[in-house]
């Protein structure tokens, strides 16, 4: 069965520090990949998604992730990070199928603080 | 465009009765997704249902059912409930077949077994 993997559980960085959180998937064939965001009191929303072609994928609020499928990792990243990104981040994973029983996969989410 | 709505917010039950959870996609929405969310687990995903239809289902015992109404309106039934069955489960929209399109969350349901 599928997995994704965030390493980091909580992550805790002051303002303007740059920020990279680790996603990595098991499953070796086509996938489609996003990060969601759970802000403190508000709905899960998403960030950004990856379905195929530039691997650099552009999200809101300077949001970035890099797809790397050598590394089956989909890594999110910001260069300068403020305090209102304080909030759950959650990778996610589907595996592309012939038989359209796709379902998303989540990891266990990464906490991130941030410090004024 | 109103968004997607849960009711009721927060419930709480005692092991062994069973709990109906509702759902409101928003407008225009045929599929609707339910989804656990514990401290442990992380996000675990229970059905999806799309034009009144379950086209998938994750790994979780019989106990745990839903049904989507013509209106694209879901509810999710959980029987015989147990300490374990404590969460925030979360229903999500998307336009069509889930999850290739957009998923739209709702803000949940959080349930508290006693």
């Known amino acids: 069965a599928q997995s994704v993997s965030q390493h980091n559980h909580h992550v805790i960085l002051s303002e303007a520090a740059s920020l990279e959180l680790g996603c990595n998937y098991s499953y070796g064939g086509t996938v489609n990949l996003f990060w969601y965001v759970q802000y403190p009191g508000q709905h899960l929303q998403l960030l950004l998604k990856y379905f195929s072609g530039d691997p650099l994928v552009k999200g809101i609020k300077g949001f970035e992730a890099e797809f790397i499928k050598s590394k089956f990792s989909f890594n999110l990243r910001k260069p300068s990070v403020q305090w209102s990104d304080t909030a759950e981040y959650f990778c996610a994973v589907i595996e592309i199928s012939n038989f359209g029983n796709e379902k998303l996969t989540f990891g266990t989410g990464t906490r991130l603080t941030i410090i004024p | 465009k109103a968004g997607v709505t849960q009711t009721p917010r927060y419930l709480i039950k005692t092991r062994g009765q069973q709990v109906t959870l509702s759902c409101s996609p928003i407008s225009g929405h045929r599929s609707v997704s339910w989804y656990q969310q514990t401290p442990g687990q992380g996000l675990q995903f229970l059905f999806e249902?799309?034009?009144?239809?379950?086209?998938n289902k994750g790994n979780f015992p019989g106990r745990f059912s839903g049904r989507q109404f013509s209106n694209s309106r879901s509810e999710m039934n959980v029987s015989t409930l147990e300490l374990g069955d404590s969460a925030l489960y979360l229903c999500?929209?998307?336009?069509?077949?889930?999850?290739?399109?957009?998923?739209?969350f709702g803000p949940g349901t959080r349930l508290t077994v006693t």
């Open positions: 249902y799309f034009s009144e239809t379950q086209r």
């Open positions: 999500a929209s998307s336009l069509e077949r889930a999850p290739l399109y957009e998923q739209y």
